[in-house]
């Protein structure tokens, strides 16, 4: 691990979004002759990841950027770290530095007096993200919350000042939101239609939007809540407004509201406000014994007078045959798709199989880091240890497209399945039009040796299928 | 729901970029970690149901106020002063902690008032404190600019915010150089205060007295419209006081005591400063007391530690060392001469002009080390940190913004950018003048720690 020459180095005051520094680390780890390369603000989860690649990393706080470069030689060495500075150079946008002309905007509440009737997108790191959010409601705008790690409490204070000014928090965690046609976040591409959707889980929203758009059914507005809205603590307060929002827009025929079952003393409030609306809404509240989300679009499709299809799958070009292992082990990015997959397979397994369903979306793997829909690092690396472990019979994944997310992600998951030796089934959440080209995205997971499903409930069936020796 | 006409994107640009390829126009921040550890107090302050509101209050009872001229009269008068009794610049200090050129204006002081023959003499009588005390200008509603030391017998502008009857006051300026107020202490710097006692201030009182009260507030706006910045640069602004004092002053007494008076008003560029302080002075007490407000209402030096005041805080003082300032010196003076940043006069900045006026101020960015564009740049950096723009006072290279407003604590922790302020720079050693001039900032930490209050006192409302 430690062989050739290895530079590692603290900037404090530097700063850039997790985003832009995997797209330095790539460029740098892409080097002739640098044999690992990570450039990543010094949060704990990353400094994990650098010691996991070998690296010494001094004390720091998580305002530090750390340069940590592993060359096979001084010539290598000496050309990442150029590549460093020309990456950070490129990314850093014009008008930073400037002498006179017009000066960046460093807060949200600054470029709200430039664009006072904007909505305010926020994917800054947790505690700085409410403070931003804030901001927006003081200039009278909706704000999407893009970023994790927000303590409830800040949460419910956050959208009680949101409920008094009449505006909608969308978040926290919120990774997924159309409004009015306008994709946001991890968006899927979907045509105008009847269709307005309320979801407190970004995935399980990309899910219905994939599902209904390979249906024909188009969604004008779909419109993220944060995974705790329906909370005790939280109350139901960004449901009520954004089901406020559709109920006032005469595009949409019907709502759909996905969320986790509310607290029993947020239930009924949400169902009497349901109730007073103008608009019919389709309740989908997820969990053990209730119907997941293909059945829910399903019945979205059915009140419509809609054909139900069935639900594209795509074989296998490869055979994985497997080993003596009898785990089911699931590895997702999407949280709503792990949570379906892994209550599917209990409801046919049991509880106490000893099967893996992670979420590497979940905060403990987002520190400081992009999620894995855009950064598929920290997935692979787990795959690899899956795939190298005998108990394991079925490998089960998800990936999900749409804006924001990884522009083409077969690119590096297509050649990890297909050193899977077990069999791999593969939910891909997607639409048609979305940027990655849904379709050539599962032909190239097909070609690797995975079976690929629309249906990530169908997939989680699928998989548990196999573990019955099903081929 | 419509499609949005515009997004604020902040954070991650690989969002913001998705939401521009659906031909959405976005208005990214270059949004940075804030200084650290305020981060927790920043949310707290940031939901505190008071902060909104209260910052509106404070930012419009300062824009409120109009400062005009209605008194000159001596500071055992106006503000009680008895023998003994000094007034300083800065937050609170003792001798023992004192710079060079407050102690020089100390010593000086205490000659002008007979307390001692030499000045020199009254070192043992500052070391015994017995019958002598030191009290900030700022907590008895007084600015002095450097030392700003201040004496029974000195005579003090008075100005009114007329519509709510509160006052604010300020000495006469002495000039530039070997004066007072930059620690010089020697005969001719008494001889001069004496004659400012004697005949400037008594003139000055019977031209005010005789005249239309003078609207203070309105020449400021006029003279940011004329290169002055009203801190380093008060040309016009001292222009238009004679103006509209001199038809009165002619007949104020004596021929020649009068003709000495204009040619020393007219002799001194800066003779408005002492004028445009106290405006800012009267303007930003408006806001004091406004809980929850998280607006600073004062900058301070005492040459040694500088402190500021904040609206939702009450009298309290967030100190830090005060920073050299980077600038120019006058003839052979250097970076070792100079002392530590002192002065009231940053109350020019908390009010929005000064340093955060600097672009309208070009013809004086040589004097400060600056360029143009830094100047404008400067001014719109400024306009990250405050909670508004002032209406009257407008910057005409700007397409006529207002100037920036009302210093946010937040906004200061938030971005890591510091008040941009003018200075004079005084000597290190007591009894050498003035060195230089410059631009200096506050010390990073009295932001964090103002903010730190201010959430404490937020978590105690609940």
Not at chain 2, 176 to 186: D, H, I
Not at chain 2, 272 to 282: S, V
Not at chain 2, 351 to 367: D, E, L, Q
């Amino acid at each position: 691990m430690t062989a050739g020459r290895i530079h590692v180095e603290l900037r404090s005051g530097a700063y850039a979004d997790s985003v832009t520094l995997l797209q330095v680390s790539r460029d740098v780890a892409g080097v002739d002759g640098v044999l690992a390369a990570q450039v990543a603000m010094a949060t704990p989860l990353n400094i994990d990841v650098l010691r996991g690649m070998g690296f010494d990393v001094p004390a720091s706080s998580p305002n530090d950027m750390v340069v940590a470069v592993r060359a096979a030689d001084d010539a290598a060495l000496g050309r990442g770290l150029a590549a460093v500075e020309q990456s950070l150079a490129a990314v850093r946008r014009p008008g930073g530095a400037t002498t006179g002309g017009q000066q960046p905007h460093r807060t949200s509440a600054s470029a709200l007096r430039a664009v006072p009737d904007g909505l305010v997108l926020v994917s800054t790191p947790g505690p700085s993200a409410i403070v931003e959010a804030v901001d927006a409601l003081d200039a009278g705008c909706d704000v999407m919350l893009f970023s994790d790690n927000v303590p409830v409490e800040q949460e419910v204070a956050l959208k009680r000042l949101a409920a008094a000014r009449g505006l909608l928090v969308m978040g926290p965690d919120c990774g997924t939101a159309v409004v009015g046609g306008l994709g946001l976040g991890f968006a899927n591409v979907v045509r105008p239609g009847p269709v307005g959707i309320v979801a407190a889980s970004g995935t399980g929203c990309q899910q219905l939007l994939a599902l209904l758009d390979h249906a024909g059914v188009g969604v004008t507005s779909a419109l993220g809540v944060g995974g705790r809205d329906l909370s005790a603590e939280v109350g139901g307060l960004a449901t009520r407004e954004a089901l406020r929002r559709l109920d006032l827009d005469d595009d949409v025929e019907l709502i759909v509201l996905i969320s986790k079952p509310p607290a029993p003393e947020v239930a009924a409030d949400i169902e009497a406000y349901v109730a007073s609306l103008g608009t019919p809404v389709e309740l989908a509240f997820l969990g053990p014994g209730r119907p997941d989300l293909t059945a829910a679009a399903e019945a979205v499709l059915r009140r419509l007078g809609h054909d139900v299809p069935t639900w594209p799958v795509r074989v296998p070009g490869a055979a994985h045959l497997g080993g003596p292992g009898t785990l089911l082990q699931g590895l997702f990015v999407g949280g709503t798709n792990c949570t379906e997959a892994r209550i599917v397979a209990e409801s046919l397994l049991g509880t106490d199989g000893g099967h893996g369903f992670t979420d590497f979306g979940d905060d403990q793997y987002t520190s400081g880091r992009a999620h894995p829909m855009i950064d598929p690092t920290i997935r692979l690396e787990h795959l690899a240890r899956v795939a190298a472990d005998p108990t394991t019979a079925v490998v089960l994944l998800d990936v999900v497209l749409g804006h924001g997310a990884e522009p083409d992600p077969a690119a590096l998951l297509a050649p990890a399945i297909a050193q899977v030796p077990q069999p791999v089934v593969v939910s891909l959440v997607g639409t048609a039009d979305d940027p990655q080209d849904r379709d050539r995205q599962a032909a190239q997971l097909a070609a690797a040796g995975a079976e690929v499903h629309l249906s990530n409930a169908g997939a989680a069936r699928r998989a548990v299928a196999l573990l019955g020796g099903t081929p | 729901m419509d499609t949005p006409t515009s997004v604020v994107a902040v954070g991650a640009d690989l969002l913001a970029s998705a939401v521009e390829s659906q031909a959405v126009p976005v208005t990214r921040v270059d949004w940075r970690p804030p200084m650290p550890g305020t981060e927790d107090d920043l949310v707290e302050v940031a939901l505190d149901p008071l902060r909104a509101d209260a910052n509106a209050r404070a930012l419009a009872a300062v824009l409120d106020v109009q400062a005009t001229l209605v008194d000159v009269a001596p500071a055992s008068e106006v503000l009680g002063l008895e023998p003994g009794q000094f007034l300083h610049a800065g937050p609170p200090i003792e001798w023992g902690r004192a710079s060079g050129p407050l102690r020089g204006a100390l010593l000086g002081g205490a000659a002008l008032e007979g307390l001692v023959a030499d000045p020199d003499d009254a070192v043992a009588l500052f070391e015994s404190g017995s019958s002598v005390s030191l009290e900030p200008c700022h907590h008895r509603g007084t600015v002095g600019p450097m030392a700003g030391v201040v004496t029974p017998s000195m005579w003090m502008w008075v100005l009114e915010d007329q519509r709510t009857g509160r006052r604010a006051f300020c000495s006469l300026n002495e000039g530039l150089g070997k004066v007072l107020r930059y620690g010089a202490y020697s005969p001719d710097v008494l001889q001069r205060l004496r004659w400012m006692g004697g005949v400037l201030g008594p003139l000055l009182r019977a031209a005010v007295r005789a005249s239309d009260p003078v609207d203070v507030t309105g020449i400021l706006t006029q003279m940011l419209q004329m290169g002055d910045e009203a801190h380093n640069r008060n040309r016009a602004g001292t222009l238009m006081l004679l103006r509209d004092l001199s038809p009165a002053l002619v007949s104020a007494g004596d021929p020649a005591d009068v003709a000495d008076v204009l040619r020393f008003v007219g002799g001194n560029d800066h003779f408005f400063l002492n004028l445009a302080m106290p405006a800012c002075k009267l303007a930003l007490d408006a806001a004091r007391g406004i809980d929850g407000s998280t607006m600073v209402v004062a900058m301070a030096r005492n040459g040694t530690d500088f402190g500021i005041q904040v609206a939702g805080t009450g009298g309290e003082w967030f100190t830090g060392p005060a920073q050299l300032a980077d600038g120019l010196y006058l003839g052979d003076f250097g970076p070792d001469d100079a002392n530590p940043d002192i002065g009231d006069s940053a109350i020019t900045e908390t009010a929005g002009i000064g340093g955060f006026a600097m672009a309208t101020a070009p013809a004086i960015v040589r004097f400060v080390g600056g360029s143009v564009p830094d100047a404008l740049a400067t001014t719109q950096r400024m306009h990250e940190i405050t909670l508004g723009e002032n209406p009257r006072w407008q910057v005409p290279v700007l397409e006529f913004q207002g100037t920036p407003t009302g210093i946010d604590v937040t906004m200061v922790c938030r971005t890591g950018i510091l008040p941009q302020i003018n200075t004079g720079m005084a000597g290190r050693v007591a009894g050498v003048g003035q060195v230089g001039a410059g631009l200096v900032t506050p010390p990073a930490e009295i932001f964090p720690a103002a903010l730190s209050r201010l959430a404490d006192l937020a978590r105690a409302r609940g």
